[in-house]
C-alpha cells in the first residue's frame, strides 16, 4: 500500500500538469462579438481575428452598428475567412501572426488543409449616414481549396482572386452556396464542421475633404461593428455542444442523487453517522455546480455572449466542491465516525490543508477563465498540482493504517467496506493514467489537432471519474437500518488483551522488557512489586475524571447504553 502511495503522487502531479496545460485554452467561445475602431488604435492594430468551431452551414453576420465622423473619411473594410482542419491552428495563433494569414492561400502548417474566402468592399464613406446592411453580400462566395505546402513558390505568391480548386473537388461546395438564400447582414456561410478564424481588415484611406490645418480631434472618427456566428443550435460552438449536453445530463442525475440521499436520510435520520453529512454536502455542491455551468452554457447559445460573472462564479463553487470533497476522502480514509470518534489532533491538518487547496484552487481558477497569460495561470497550477499529490499520498497511507487497524480488531464488517473503498480509489488511478496516455497521444503531442470533436471528453472525464467515485462512497456509506454497523462504539472497539499484546510484540519486537523475569524455561513472570502496582490501577482510580465513563458526546452514550441493553 505504501508502494502504491508513493506511485500515485508521481501520477496525480503528472495528470495535473497534463490537464491544466490543455484547460488553459478550455475558455468557452462565445458567439457574438462588438468590434470597436477608431482613428487612434486603426494606426496600431487593423485586423481583428475571431475565432469559433462551427457548424456545417452555420451562418457569419457582419452588420454596421453605428459611425461618428467629425468629417468624411473613406475607409476600407475587407473581410477573411478561413478554415482548417488542425484545431491548434486556429485556436492556438497569436494575435501577431495574423498579417501572415490575411489572404493566404497557401498550407502553413502540415495538415493544416481547408477553404478559404477573401471579400473586399468598394470604399465606403463615413461622414455620411450608413445603413445596416452596408456590408451584407448578395450571395455568399464560393470557397477556395488551400494549397498543400508542397505547392511551387510561384504558386504561392498567386493572388487571392485565382481560384484554387479544381471543379471535382469544388463543384459540392459551389453548388450549395449558390443555392443558398442570403439572410439579411450575412456575409458568409460555413462549408464543413470545424474550427473557423475570421479576419476583419478595416483601414484608413483618407478624404479630398480633409480638413487641412485641423485639429486631431476634427480629424477623430468611431465605428462600431457586431460580428455573429449562428449554427443550427443558434451561438454554441460546433465543439461544446456535446459538453452542454454532458453537464445537462450530469446535473439530472446528480438531482436524482440528491433527492435518492436526501430520503434516505429522512427514512433513518436516528441512526445516521457524521460522515453521511459530508456526502450530502458533495452531492449539494455537485449538483449546484452542474446546474450553472449548464446555465452558462445556455446564456451563450441563446445570447451569444458568455456573463462573466457567472463563469467565475462556478469556477469558485467547483473549487469549494473539490475541496470539500477531497476533505470527505482525507476523513473517510482517517477512519472518521467508523474507527475513531473523533479527529482529534489531525483536525486542525485537515482544516489547513483544505482551506490551502481552497485558496490555490479559485485562483487558479479565476486565471484561467479570465484569459490570464498562459505561463501564469501554469504558476498557479504548480502549487495545486504538489498539494493534489500529497493528499493522494496523505489519503493511501491512512488507509493503510486503517485497515491494519481492523485487522487487528477482526472487525470484518468494517474492514470490508474499507476494502471497496480502496479498491475504487486504486481504480481511479488506472483509469487515469490510461486516460492520460490517450489525451497525451491524441492532443498533446500531436503536431495537428484533427480529432477536435473529441476535446469535450478531457473536460468531461475528470467530473464523470470524480462522480463515479462519490457514487460508491454513497453506496458504501449509504444511511441504512443497520448504520450502526459501521459506526464507532466504545465497548465494541475497544482493543482486547489479545489485540493489545499482538501490537506491543510488533512494536517492542527483539527488545528486553523491564520489570520482568526470565525462568529457566523460557516463561516470564512479573514482580510482587508490579502486581500490586497493577493491582491498586485497576481497582483505585486516580481522579474523579477515571471513574466517569469513557464516552465523547451524548450521542455515544445513548449508543453505550443501546448496546448493553442487546448484551442483557
Known amino acids: 500500500m505504501a508502494t502504491l502511495g508513493g506511485m500515485s503522487v508521481s501520477l496525480i502531479t503528472l495528470l495535473l500538469f497534463l490537464h491544466v496545460i490543455q484547460q488553459i485554452q478550455a475558455v468557452l467561445q462565445t458567439g457574438k462579438w462588438v468590434l470597436n475602431v477608431d482613428s487612434k488604435n486603426i494606426h496600431e492594430q ?67 488543409t481547408g477553404f478559404f474566402v477573401f471579400h473586399e468592399y468598394e470604399l465606403i464613406e463615413c461622414g455620411q449616414q450608413v445603413h445596416g446592411d452596408e456590408l451584407a453580400v448578395k450571395s455568399f462566395d464560393v470557397p477556395r481549396k488551400i ?31 449558390t443555392s443558398s438564400v442570403v439572410p439579411p447582414y450575412a456575409v458568409a456561410r460555413a462549408w464543413e464542421d470545424g474550427p473557423y478564424m ?17 485639429s486631431e480631434e476634427s480629424k477623430a472618427w468611431k465605428l462600431q461593428l457586431e460580428i455573429r456566428m449562428l449554427g443550427p443550435y443558434q451561438y454554441i460552438s460546433a465543439s461544446e455542444w456535446p459538453l452542454m449536453c454532458f453537464y445537462m445530463v450530469m446535473c439530472i442525475i446528480y438531482v436524482l442523487l440528491g433527492v435518492l440521499w436526501l430520503g434516505l436520510s429522512a427514512c433513518y435520520w436516528r441512526d445516521l ?31 451569444g455572449v458568455s456573463v462573466q460573472g457567472a463563469v467565475v462564479f462556478a469556477e469558485i463553487l467547483s473549487a469549494v466542491k473539490r475541496t470539500l470533497a477531497r476533505v470527505l476522502v482525507i476523513i473517510a480514509s482517517l477512519g472518521y465516525g467508523i474507527v475513531k470518534p473523533r479527529l482529534g489532533a489531525l483536525l486542525h491538518r485537515v482544516v489547513g490543508v483544505g482551506l ?69 480509489l486504486i481504480f481511479t488511478v488506472i483509469a487515469s493514467v490510461i486516460f492520460i496516455i490517450w489525451m497525451s497521444k491524441t492532443f498533446k503531442f500531436s503536431k495537428c489537432q484533427s480529432d477536435w470533436r473529441e476535446l469535450w471528453i478531457d473536460d468531461a472525464f475528470w467530473r464523470f471519474l470524480f462522480s463515479i467515485v462519490l457514487l460508491v462512497i454513497m453506496f458504501l456509506w449509504r444511511p441504512s437500518i443497520n448504520n450502526q454497523r459501521y459506526a464507532f462504539t466504545p465497548l465494541l472497539d475497544e482493543m482486547s488483551d489479545e489485540e493489545k499484546e499482538a501490537m506491543m510484540s510488533d512494536a517492542f519486537e527483539g527488545m528486553k522488557m523491564r520489570g520482568m523475569k526470565t525462568e529457566t524455561n523460557g516463561s516470564t513472570i512479573a514482580s510482587k512489586e508490579d502486581e500490586d502496582l497493577k493491582w491498586v490501577e485497576e481497582n483505585i482510580p486516580s481522579s474523579i475524571a477515571d471513574m466517569a465513563p469513557l464516552l465523547d458526546s451524548d450521542e455515544e452514550n445513548i449508543t453505550t447504553q443501546f448496546e448493553i441493553s442487546k448484551m442483557e
Not at 469559433?52 to 452555420?58: G, I, M, P
Not at 481560384?163 to 471535382?168: C, D, I, L, R, V
Not at 475570421?198 to 485641423?214: A, D, K, L, N, Q
Request: some cysteine; aromatic content about 12%; charged content about 20%.
Open 198 to 214: 475570421f479576419i476583419v481588415h478595416v483601414e484608413e484611406t483618407g478624404s479630398s475633404s480633409e480638413p487641412r490645418g485641423g
Open 273 to 303: 453517522l457524521r460522515i453521511q453529512f459530508w456526502i450530502g454536502g458533495v452531492v449539494f455542491l455537485g449538483m449546484l455546480e452542474k446546474a450553472v455551468y449548464y446555465a452558462e452554457f445556455q446564456s451563450i447559445r441563446y445570447n
Open 356 to 424: 490551502v487547496y481552497l485558496t490555490f484552487s479559485v485562483v487558479e481558477g479565476v486565471l484561467r477563465v479570465n484569459t490570464a497569460q498562459d505561463d501564469l495561470v501554469l504558476l498557479a497550477a504548480i502549487p495545486l498540482a504538489v498539494l493534489d499529490s500529497a493528499l493522494c499520498w496523505w489519503i493511501f497511507i491512512s488507509l493503510a493504517q486503517t485497515m491494519k487497524l481492523l485487522r487487528l480488531r477482526r472487525n470484518l464488517v468494517k474492514l470490508s467496506l474499507y476494502r471497496h473503498f480502496t479498491n475504487t
Open 147 to 177: 494549397m498543400k505546402s508542397e505547392s511551387t513558390a510561384s504558386e504561392r505568391e498567386e493572388t487571392v482572386g485565382k481560384n484554387a480548386t479544381t471543379k471535382s473537388e469544388d463543384e459540392e461546395v459551389q453548388e450549395r452556396m
Open 46 to 112: 487593423n485586423k481583428f481575428i475571431f475565432r469559433k468551431t462551427l457548424f456545417n452551414s452555420s451562418t457569419i453576420y457582419l452588420q454596421w452598428m453605428s459611425e461618428d465622423c467629425k468629417h468624411p473619411v473613406n475607409l476600407s473594410i475587407s473581410w477573411y475567412l478561413r478554415n482548417s482542419h488542425c484545431y491548434d491552428e486556429v485556436f492556438g495563433l497569436d494575435n501577431s501572426q495574423v498579417n501572415n494569414y490575411f489572404k493566404l492561400n497557401a498550407e502553413v502548417r502540415e495538415g493544416g
